[in-house]
């Protein structure tokens, strides 16, 4: 019984190890924040501005509340020539 709870112990320390290691490699490199001001042009949605610059691997909705939070945003309406502050992401 003692060497299948050490056999265990075993395996689940390697499997971290394992798991550390490769949190490491998969990291993107670390991209700067940009921020600017966007002027929203006839058509614009919060949506489609979205769409251009938040990045792959962050969520739209997220992204989309961040625009509303930071301009101060009272409804996702906003009209052409409204300028608000959009952020990207260079590497």
Do not use: H
Request: glycine share 4%; proline share 3%; charged share 30%.
């Amino acid at each position: 019984m003692k060497f299948k709870i050490a056999g265990v112990v075993v395996i689940a320390v390697m499997l971290c190890a394992m798991a550390a290691e490769y949190g490491k490699r998969s990291k993107p490199q670390e991209a700067v924040v940009v921020t600017d001001t966007y002027v929203v042009m006839a058509g614009d949605t919060l949506w489609s501005i979205a769409e251009e610059f938040c990045p792959d691997r962050e969520d739209k909705r997220e992204y989309i509340y961040d625009l509303r939070v930071r301009n101060r945003l009272e409804s996702a309406a906003i009209y052409p020539g409204q300028e608000i502050e959009i952020w990207r992401y260079e590497k």
